[in-house]
């Protein structure tokens, strides 16, 4: 089996990406503040934004693929916070993409459909990154790093949903945290994007390894709707009320950074390159409730190490 190496593996893809590795890998994770344990995996404690600790890291693991995951993902943040964004998003990336590329290792960078401006979507991997705040800034800066230093890469962009190892909530837990409450849930009716469930997007990661894909890759769902449709479809497959799910403007949240309203991703070269097509929203949306009847996400959750 080859050596995996998953950075910001107890966040939402990380984390995933560990479970799903488990028996196909021998798989390194490396966390920075949220412990992981599993007996099947190694798990390696690091600030990656310190370059002499990319270094050992990867010297030490010398792995045969580098699936690099970390990011600073908070818009807000990163629009407060810039010098962070960049050191996260820009110099992290690049420190790992020269690692790689010394070593000869394949690295698959995650990186977002923010790039972009918003303004017509559909967006395909030939247009011009447009981005309108910091965080899409900081993270074209880590594409274009990555695509400079390591000759043997992958730049995915992508926007995924699924369930989350740590507390916090990912977007559709929010949702469905408030629906199961009977609350009111708004839903942004101004905002599109193509999302993908993060199990189905891994999955599609691991057959690109295979492949060695290399470049710039759309990886999305291949429906284009709304954050307000998409809580509307997640209140529909968890048979609560979608009544409770109500349309409101993104200019109306109050956010620090601007956001893009049409997100939506063109798929083409992905799916002709695997030769598969992306998976609908609905088959999303019902793996994610299968997941959870299943006790998946309990499991998911088992792996992060309290205290």
Known sequence: MEKLLITGASGLLGANAVLAAIGDFHVTAVYHRQQLTHPQIITVLADLTVVEQVERVIRDCHPDVILHAAALTDIDRCELDPKAAFQHNRDMPQAIARC?????????HISTDAIFDGVNGGYSESDSPRPINIYGESKVAGENAVLTHCSHSIVVRTNFFGWNAQDKQSLAEWFLSRLNAGEMTPGFDDVWFSPILVNQLIEIIFLITRLRLEGVYHVAGSDCLSKFDFAKQLAIVFDLDQRNVKPVSVESAGLKAPRTKKLCLDTRRIREGLGIEMPRIES???????????GYAHRLKSIIQCG
């Open 100 to 108: 790689a590329h010394e070593i000869g290792a394949y690295l698959i």
């Open 284 to 294: 999303g949306l019902l793996t994610f409730k299968a997941l959870y009847d299943q």
